[in-house]
Protein backbone atom coordinates (compact mmCIF):
# COMPACT_ATOMS: atom_id res chain seq x y z
CA UNK A 1 0.00 0.00 0.00
CA UNK A 2 1.05 3.58 -0.83
CA UNK A 3 0.27 6.99 0.23
CA UNK A 4 0.39 10.34 -2.55
CA UNK A 5 -1.27 13.30 -0.38
CA UNK A 6 -4.51 12.43 0.47
CA UNK A 7 -5.21 9.19 -1.91
CA UNK A 8 -4.50 6.09 -0.28
CA UNK A 9 -3.97 3.07 -2.75
CA UNK A 10 -5.17 -0.25 -0.28
CA UNK A 11 -4.30 -3.83 -1.03
CA UNK A 12 -7.86 -4.92 -1.64
CA UNK A 13 -7.24 -2.01 -4.75
CA UNK A 14 -4.50 -3.76 -5.67
CA UNK A 15 -6.23 -7.25 -5.53
CA UNK A 16 -9.27 -5.56 -7.81
CA UNK A 17 -6.66 -4.20 -10.56
CA UNK A 18 -4.85 -7.52 -10.78
CA UNK A 19 -7.96 -9.42 -11.24
CA UNK A 20 -7.32 -8.62 -15.02
CA UNK A 21 -4.94 -11.75 -15.23
CA UNK A 22 -6.89 -14.27 -13.92
CA UNK A 23 -9.67 -13.03 -16.09
CA UNK A 24 -7.61 -13.43 -18.95
CA UNK A 25 -6.90 -16.38 -18.71
CA UNK A 26 -10.04 -17.84 -18.59
CA UNK A 27 -11.04 -16.18 -21.65
CA UNK A 28 -8.17 -17.86 -23.20
CA UNK A 29 -8.87 -21.48 -21.23
CA UNK A 30 -12.34 -21.34 -22.86
CA UNK A 31 -11.66 -20.47 -26.10
CA UNK A 32 -9.44 -23.25 -25.70
CA UNK A 33 -12.19 -25.75 -24.80
CA UNK A 34 -14.66 -24.39 -27.51
CA UNK A 35 -11.64 -25.29 -30.59
CA UNK A 36 -11.72 -28.83 -28.69
CA UNK A 37 -15.14 -29.11 -29.23
CA UNK A 38 -15.30 -27.74 -32.68
CA UNK A 39 -12.86 -30.13 -33.77
CA UNK A 40 -14.69 -33.51 -32.25
CA UNK A 41 -17.76 -32.39 -35.49
CA UNK A 42 -14.99 -33.48 -37.80
CA UNK A 43 -14.59 -36.83 -36.08
CA UNK A 44 -16.52 -40.05 -38.09
CA UNK A 45 -17.17 -41.77 -34.80
CA UNK A 46 -17.99 -44.79 -36.65
CA UNK A 47 -13.95 -45.40 -36.67
CA UNK A 48 -12.71 -47.06 -33.47
CA UNK A 49 -9.39 -44.09 -33.45
CA UNK A 50 -11.56 -41.41 -33.82
CA UNK A 51 -13.96 -42.72 -30.82
CA UNK A 52 -10.85 -43.06 -28.62
CA UNK A 53 -9.98 -39.23 -29.79
CA UNK A 54 -13.17 -37.88 -29.03
CA UNK A 55 -13.44 -39.05 -25.84
CA UNK A 56 -10.07 -37.81 -25.26
CA UNK A 57 -11.13 -34.27 -26.40
CA UNK A 58 -14.61 -34.20 -24.60
CA UNK A 59 -12.42 -34.76 -21.31
CA UNK A 60 -10.07 -32.01 -22.14
CA UNK A 61 -12.58 -29.86 -22.94
CA UNK A 62 -14.24 -30.56 -19.80
CA UNK A 63 -11.62 -29.81 -17.87
CA UNK A 64 -10.66 -26.79 -19.02
CA UNK A 65 -14.10 -25.50 -18.72
CA UNK A 66 -13.82 -26.39 -15.36
CA UNK A 67 -10.27 -24.15 -15.07
CA UNK A 68 -12.02 -21.31 -16.84
CA UNK A 69 -15.16 -21.32 -14.31
CA UNK A 70 -12.97 -21.36 -11.72
CA UNK A 71 -10.47 -18.50 -13.11
CA UNK A 72 -13.12 -16.49 -13.48
CA UNK A 73 -14.52 -16.81 -10.28
CA UNK A 74 -11.65 -16.15 -8.81
CA UNK A 75 -11.01 -12.83 -10.86
CA UNK A 76 -14.81 -12.01 -10.18
CA UNK A 77 -13.34 -12.45 -5.79
CA UNK A 78 -10.47 -10.02 -6.63
CA UNK A 79 -12.37 -7.54 -8.36
CA UNK A 80 -15.09 -7.63 -5.30
CA UNK A 81 -12.30 -6.76 -2.50
CA UNK A 82 -11.79 -3.27 -3.80
CA UNK A 83 -13.64 -1.98 -1.14
CA UNK A 84 -11.62 -4.13 1.23
CA UNK A 85 -10.13 -2.26 4.70
CA UNK A 86 -6.69 -1.36 4.87
CA UNK A 87 -5.10 -3.09 8.05
CA UNK A 88 -1.83 -2.46 9.50
CA UNK A 89 1.13 -3.96 7.69
CA UNK A 90 5.04 -4.10 8.32
CA UNK A 91 5.74 -5.39 4.54
CA UNK A 92 8.58 -2.67 4.12
CA UNK A 93 10.72 -3.60 6.68
CA UNK A 94 9.70 -7.57 5.76
CA UNK A 95 11.02 -6.76 2.03
CA UNK A 96 14.32 -5.56 3.17
CA UNK A 97 14.93 -8.06 4.69
CA UNK A 98 13.73 -11.31 2.77
CA UNK A 99 15.05 -11.03 -0.99
CA UNK A 100 12.68 -13.60 -2.41
CA UNK A 101 9.98 -11.10 -0.81
CA UNK A 102 11.96 -8.20 -3.05
CA UNK A 103 12.30 -10.69 -5.84
CA UNK A 104 8.83 -11.21 -6.04
CA UNK A 105 7.78 -7.81 -5.68
CA UNK A 106 10.47 -7.01 -8.69
CA UNK A 107 8.54 -9.67 -10.94
CA UNK A 108 5.28 -8.00 -9.94
CA UNK A 109 6.17 -4.92 -11.66
CA UNK A 110 7.67 -6.03 -14.40
CA UNK A 111 4.50 -8.02 -15.49
CA UNK A 112 1.85 -5.60 -14.25
CA UNK A 113 -0.09 -3.89 -16.60
CA UNK A 114 1.37 -1.20 -18.42
CA UNK A 115 -1.57 1.04 -17.36
CA UNK A 116 -0.45 0.91 -13.67
CA UNK A 117 3.20 2.09 -14.86
CA UNK A 118 2.89 4.31 -17.47
CA UNK A 119 0.01 5.90 -17.34
CA UNK A 120 -3.74 5.67 -19.79
CA UNK A 121 -1.11 6.38 -22.79
CA UNK A 122 -0.39 2.94 -22.90
CA UNK A 123 -3.63 1.61 -22.34
CA UNK A 124 -4.01 1.21 -25.72
CA UNK A 125 -0.98 -0.44 -26.80
CA UNK A 126 -1.47 -3.05 -23.77
CA UNK A 127 -4.77 -4.29 -25.13
CA UNK A 128 -3.48 -4.99 -28.71
CA UNK A 129 -1.04 -6.58 -26.98
CA UNK A 130 -3.21 -9.07 -24.97
CA UNK A 131 -5.27 -9.72 -27.87
CA UNK A 132 -2.65 -10.20 -30.44
CA UNK A 133 -0.73 -13.18 -27.33
CA UNK A 134 -4.48 -14.14 -27.01
CA UNK A 135 -5.34 -14.77 -30.84
CA UNK A 136 -1.83 -16.20 -31.48
CA UNK A 137 -2.26 -18.69 -28.82
CA UNK A 138 -5.88 -19.99 -30.14
CA UNK A 139 -4.46 -19.60 -34.17
CA UNK A 140 -1.40 -22.01 -32.94
CA UNK A 141 -3.77 -24.61 -31.62
CA UNK A 142 -6.31 -24.44 -34.46
CA UNK A 143 -3.03 -25.36 -36.65
CA UNK A 144 -2.25 -27.96 -34.64
CA UNK A 145 -5.79 -29.87 -34.98
CA UNK A 146 -6.89 -31.58 -38.14
CA UNK A 147 -10.37 -30.29 -39.63
CA UNK A 148 -12.85 -30.80 -42.35
CA UNK A 149 -13.07 -29.45 -45.57
CA UNK A 150 -8.83 -29.27 -45.80
CA UNK A 151 -9.00 -30.45 -49.47
CA UNK A 152 -11.22 -27.88 -50.57
CA UNK A 153 -9.03 -24.89 -52.02
CA UNK A 154 -10.27 -21.56 -51.19
CA UNK A 155 -9.83 -17.72 -53.32
CA UNK A 156 -10.92 -14.76 -51.72
CA UNK A 157 -9.84 -10.88 -50.95
CA UNK A 158 -10.31 -9.30 -47.46
CA UNK A 159 -10.26 -5.78 -46.59
CA UNK A 160 -11.32 -4.11 -42.76
CA UNK A 161 -10.50 -1.95 -40.55
CA UNK A 162 -9.82 -1.76 -36.68
CA UNK A 163 -6.90 -0.53 -34.29
CA UNK A 164 -3.18 -0.55 -33.97
CA UNK A 165 0.01 1.21 -33.34
CA UNK A 166 3.02 0.72 -31.84
CA UNK A 167 4.04 -0.05 -28.30
CA UNK A 168 3.50 3.37 -25.63
CA UNK A 169 1.65 4.72 -28.90
CA UNK A 170 -1.62 6.24 -28.84
CA UNK A 171 -4.12 3.85 -30.60
CA UNK A 172 -4.71 4.81 -34.42
CA UNK A 173 -6.59 3.62 -37.51
CA UNK A 174 -5.71 0.43 -39.14
CA UNK A 175 -6.82 -0.25 -42.58
CA UNK A 176 -5.92 -3.87 -43.94
CA UNK A 177 -6.08 -5.51 -47.66
CA UNK A 178 -5.19 -8.96 -48.66
CA UNK A 179 -5.50 -11.44 -51.78
CA UNK A 180 -5.88 -14.97 -50.33
CA UNK A 181 -5.30 -18.50 -51.46
CA UNK A 182 -5.73 -21.76 -49.56
CA UNK A 183 -5.13 -24.83 -50.69
CA UNK A 184 -5.15 -28.00 -48.14
CA UNK A 185 -3.84 -26.64 -45.07
CA UNK A 186 -1.54 -24.04 -46.84
CA UNK A 187 -2.61 -20.56 -46.30
CA UNK A 188 -0.67 -17.92 -49.09
CA UNK A 189 -1.32 -14.09 -48.97
CA UNK A 190 -0.56 -10.47 -50.58
CA UNK A 191 -1.28 -8.29 -47.71
CA UNK A 192 -0.63 -4.96 -47.08
CA UNK A 193 -1.77 -2.83 -44.03
CA UNK A 194 -1.73 0.80 -43.10
CA UNK A 195 -1.82 2.39 -39.43
CA UNK A 196 -2.13 6.13 -39.11
CA UNK A 197 -3.84 8.82 -37.18
CA UNK A 198 -6.21 10.54 -39.53
CA UNK A 199 -6.79 13.48 -37.07
CA UNK A 200 -3.13 13.56 -35.71
CA UNK A 201 -0.54 16.18 -35.65
CA UNK A 202 2.79 14.53 -36.57
CA UNK A 203 2.66 10.90 -35.54
CA UNK A 204 3.50 9.69 -38.97
CA UNK A 205 2.10 6.16 -40.20
CA UNK A 206 2.90 2.65 -40.11
CA UNK A 207 2.53 0.57 -43.09
CA UNK A 208 3.66 -2.63 -44.60
CA UNK A 209 3.04 -4.81 -48.05
CA UNK A 210 4.09 -8.51 -48.12
CA UNK A 211 4.30 -11.56 -48.94
CA UNK A 212 2.68 -14.58 -46.36
CA UNK A 213 2.68 -18.16 -45.71
CA UNK A 214 1.42 -20.48 -42.96
CA UNK A 215 -1.28 -22.81 -42.41
CA UNK A 216 -4.83 -23.06 -41.83
CA UNK A 217 -7.47 -25.00 -40.48
CA UNK A 218 -10.42 -24.78 -43.05
CA UNK A 219 -14.09 -26.00 -41.23
CA UNK A 220 -17.20 -26.04 -43.08
CA UNK A 221 -18.18 -22.74 -42.15
CA UNK A 222 -14.71 -20.77 -41.21
CA UNK A 223 -11.19 -20.97 -40.76
CA UNK A 224 -8.30 -20.12 -38.58
CA UNK A 225 -4.99 -19.58 -39.82
CA UNK A 226 -2.00 -18.05 -38.61
CA UNK A 227 1.27 -17.35 -41.19
CA UNK A 228 4.55 -15.15 -41.20
CA UNK A 229 6.21 -13.61 -44.23
CA UNK A 230 8.64 -10.98 -45.41
CA UNK A 231 6.92 -7.25 -46.06
CA UNK A 232 8.38 -4.09 -47.21
CA UNK A 233 7.50 -1.76 -44.07
CA UNK A 234 7.66 1.95 -44.01
CA UNK A 235 8.17 3.29 -40.50
CA UNK A 236 6.88 7.62 -40.63
CA UNK A 237 7.77 9.41 -37.66
CA UNK A 238 7.22 12.82 -37.43
CA UNK A 239 9.88 14.11 -40.57
CA UNK A 240 11.49 10.79 -40.18
CA UNK A 241 10.72 8.24 -42.80
CA UNK A 242 12.67 4.56 -42.70
CA UNK A 243 11.90 2.08 -45.86
CA UNK A 244 12.96 -1.18 -44.32
CA UNK A 245 12.15 -5.31 -44.46
CA UNK A 246 9.75 -5.96 -41.60
CA UNK A 247 8.61 -9.75 -40.35
CA UNK A 248 4.54 -9.64 -40.39
CA UNK A 249 2.96 -12.08 -38.32
CA UNK A 250 -0.92 -12.79 -38.91
CA UNK A 251 -3.45 -14.85 -36.70
CA UNK A 252 -6.76 -14.50 -38.08
CA UNK A 253 -10.45 -16.74 -37.89
CA UNK A 254 -13.13 -16.36 -40.52
CA UNK A 255 -16.44 -17.00 -40.32
CA UNK A 256 -18.23 -17.96 -43.96
CA UNK A 257 -22.03 -17.88 -44.15
CA UNK A 258 -22.04 -18.63 -47.58
CA UNK A 259 -19.66 -19.57 -50.00
CA UNK A 260 -19.05 -16.60 -51.41
CA UNK A 261 -19.12 -13.60 -48.03
CA UNK A 262 -17.75 -14.00 -44.70
CA UNK A 263 -16.79 -12.09 -42.31
CA UNK A 264 -13.15 -12.08 -39.63
CA UNK A 265 -11.14 -10.78 -37.43
CA UNK A 266 -7.21 -10.89 -37.67
CA UNK A 267 -4.40 -10.20 -34.73
CA UNK A 268 -1.23 -8.90 -36.51
CA UNK A 269 2.38 -7.42 -35.85
CA UNK A 270 5.19 -6.70 -37.91
CA UNK A 271 8.40 -7.23 -36.22
CA UNK A 272 11.49 -5.14 -37.11
CA UNK A 273 14.73 -3.17 -36.20
CA UNK A 274 13.07 0.35 -36.42
CA UNK A 275 9.40 0.22 -34.42
CA UNK A 276 7.52 -2.68 -34.16
CA UNK A 277 3.43 -2.54 -34.39
CA UNK A 278 0.68 -4.10 -34.45
CA UNK A 279 -3.31 -4.21 -34.01
CA UNK A 280 -6.76 -6.12 -34.83
CA UNK A 281 -8.93 -5.37 -37.73
CA UNK A 282 -12.50 -7.27 -38.48
CA UNK A 283 -12.67 -7.44 -41.99
CA UNK A 284 -14.75 -8.93 -45.07
CA UNK A 285 -14.62 -11.93 -47.20
CA UNK A 286 -15.09 -11.57 -50.78
CA UNK A 287 -14.38 -14.82 -53.16
CA UNK A 288 -14.61 -18.65 -54.12
CA UNK A 289 -14.92 -19.83 -51.07
CA UNK A 290 -16.40 -24.10 -51.00
Do not use: C, K
Given at each position: MTRTGEQVATCGAGLAENSALPARLSE?????AEVL???????DLEDENSRREDEAYRELAEQQRGTAAALRATAER????????????RMEERARAVPEVR???????????ETTRAGPRAAAADGRSRSLRS???????LLALPAAAQ???????GA????GGAK?????????????????????ALRGVTITDPYGEGSGSLTDVGLLYGRVAKGRQGHGAIAAGVAYTVVSIGDTEARILGAPVVAEAGFRPTRVLGIGVQAFANLNRQRVFGGVVVFLQLGWMP
Open positions: LIAALEAHRQALMAGHAGLPMGRHDARAGALDTAPALAVGLLDRARTWIGAGTRSNEALALMGQLVHQRGANHF
